[in-house]
């Protein structure tokens, strides 16, 4: 599953950021073939964007969902954009903000840093998956 792949990257031993964790994870578990310089447009996602913005543990996971799923480019593949919405609804209904400043400040552990995040991020990206796979084929 999912989420315990996420679990085992996100081991402070991997050294990897939440944006980076999760598409790592991704392509572990569904066996997408990433390229390492793939993986490390991620790098850049971590933090919110450097500034706090939009989560890293979600963009890591709308990045998957793109690979996953993109027919070409992304106007030929409009159920992208509608999964993309649905994880980051879903996200935020589950954490109550997509930013990463506020999610530290509620869930920040220095012990376990941004845990929570992570595992709503994997559970929700999973579910997305699941449904979507039988309608969408995953282009790896």
Known sequence: MLLETTMKYYDK???LNCAECILVAANEEYDLNISKQTLMTMASFGGGMAIGSTCGAAT???????IMFTDDRGHNSPHVREMTGKFLSEFNSRMETLDCIPLKEKYYDPEKRCLKMM????????EIINEYKQVYSINR
């Not at 890591?60 to 969902?65: P, R, S």
């Not at 595992?119 to 999973?126: I, N, T």
């Open 60 to 66: 890591g996971a709308i990045a998957t969902l793109g």
């Open 119 to 126: 595992k709503v991020s994997a559970e929700v990206l999973e």
């Open 13 to 15: 031993k991997y050294d």
